[in-house]
């Protein structure tokens, strides 16, 4: 492990995990790549010369807003509370999302700046927010996206709210909206009662690199909002790319991210020179997140060894500098023919595959739900039962058991429940992918 920080800047740091032993002609490599920052992030903004932050928060106001009642209103408010939450400097909008985007402040194509007077301004402002109109997600993700090109702030996010389908937009419309906008700006994106599309929503907070998660009562977006704002004011350090180099001959298989939640990264690859790429992160405050990283490296006899990859953390230097370097680590590869030490599997490298697999299993037992499919559904989800429990993810077993009923969680033995309430079906989809980390022992 190296750590390239100065004692000013964010202390990020790179540790590696892997079992590096091959059997002879062996080939795939996985390790398990923890990138961690710590503290002084403050001090790198400032040395760069860039703002703080720039925040556009899209608030969902079609027609189905205002049934019942209690959701246009939780809306206002959780709005108005992640006003509140804004630091001073911050520059700021709000936009009405319906068929069209409608700025609703501060107006005129511009942000403002976080200070008592502009809050004020914002939260009058939002007595004015109506219920009226269609979906298309993609127009309020445009017109955030040009609020925000404007600011020099060097993190720059959005937060959507929706209640409903993405129905007065063809989906490809979204799909090339979130293309232009990834890596322009992160997003989470929340869905409010249980009328929305969980893969809707969980698309946008994908490409955007931003949470996703539901609120099925809107007496909790508040809570929901506050903290969403309160994640966002914390982060320092923004546009962070994972960088794997690797020798000739060597083929990256798959790059994931597997804590704290499971995002596959392979297909956001840009080409960063000879045998480089840079797979985005997205922006980070105090905090630690963990890639899974397979190589396919030549196969090779017994006694010898190699570098598979070189993992490196860059953050984009200002026009015409080049990128500083944070952190690295390296992946390497050892054949030999000791069968314990070439057929042993690293604890970090099993838990958090078993962890994508429980994610998938999920997926695949609810969609199997739904399209009637008893003895599938009935398989996945014992398997995700059965996940869950043996590695530790109380939230996840919790919320499988609302949705099966559990003979033997061990087994995976498990009975699909005749009545699942919406938001429970919901939730355990929209949080499919949250993990948890490796037991300490």
């Not at 490298?349 to 429980?358: D, F, I, K, P």
Request: contains cysteine; hydrophobic residues 40%; charged residues 20%.
């Amino acid at each position: 492990m190296a750590n390239f920080a100065k004692p000013s800047a964010p202390r990020f740091s790179v540790e590696v995990y892997q079992n590096e032993f091959l059997p002879e002609g062996g080939r795939d490599v996985h390790a398990i790549v923890t990138v961690t920052s710590t503290g002084g992030a403050t001090a790198t903004r400032a040395a760069t010369g860039r703002g703080s932050a720039a925040v556009v928060i899209m608030v969902d106001c079609s027609g189905s807003m205002e049934y019942p009642p209690d959701k246009m209103r939780g809306a206002r408010e959780a709005t108005a509370a992640a006003i509140d939450t804004l630091r001073d400097g911050t520059a700021f909008a709000v936009i009405a999302g319906t068929h069209v985007a409608k700025e609703v402040y501060p107006g005129q194509g511009r942000l403002a700046v976080a200070d008592p007077a502009t809050r004020a301004q914002a939260k009058g402002a939002l007595r004015g927010l109506s219920a009226g109109g269609g979906t298309a997600i993609g127009t309020w993700l445009r017109l955030a996206d040009g609020l925000l090109r404007q600011s020099s702030a060097t993190i720059r996010h959005g937060i959507l709210l929706t209640d409903g389908r993405n129905e007065h937009e063809d989906p490809a419309v979204l799909r090339a909206t979130l293309d232009a906008c990834a890596g322009r700006f992160t997003c989470d994106a929340r869905g409010v009662g249980t009328d929305w599309e969980v893969k809707e929503v969980t698309g946008i907070a994908g490409a955007l690199l931003g949470s996703a998660d539901i609120v099925a009562d809107p007496a909790h977006l508040t809570e929901d909002f506050t903290r969403m704002m309160e994640n966002v004011m914390g982060k320092e350090v923004a546009d962070v790319a994972l960088r794997l180099w690797t020798p000739v001959g060597v083929e990256i298989q798959y790059v994931k991210q597997v804590a704290p939640t499971v995002r596959d990264l392979t297909d956001r690859r840009a080409e960063a020179g000879p045998r480089a790429g840079d797979y985005p992160t997205g922006s980070w405050g105090d905090e630690s997140r963990e890639y899974h990283v397979c190589v396919r490296v030549p196969a090779a006899s017994v006694g010898q060894e190699m570098l598979a990859a070189r993992a490196t953390l860059l953050i984009p230097g200002l026009p015409g500098e080049p990128p500083t370097t944070l952190a690295q680590g390296l992946v390497r590869a050892v054949w030999t023919d000791d069968l314990a030490a070439s057929t042993a599997i690293n604890p970090q490298v099993a838990h958090y595959t078993g962890q994508a697999e429980l994610a998938q299993a999920i997926q695949q037992g609810l969609e199997a739900r739904k399209l009637g499919d008893v003895g599938g559904a009935t398989a996945k989800l014992g398997r995700a039962v059965q996940l869950a429990s043996a590695s530790g993810n109380a939230d996840t077993a919790k919320l499988l058991a609302k949705v099966v009923d559990v003979v033997d969680a061990a087994a995976g033995t498990v009975r699909l429940k005749a009545k699942v309430a919406d938001a429970d079906e919901m939730t355990l989809e929209t949080r499919s992918t949250q993990t948890v980390r490796v037991k300490k022992t």
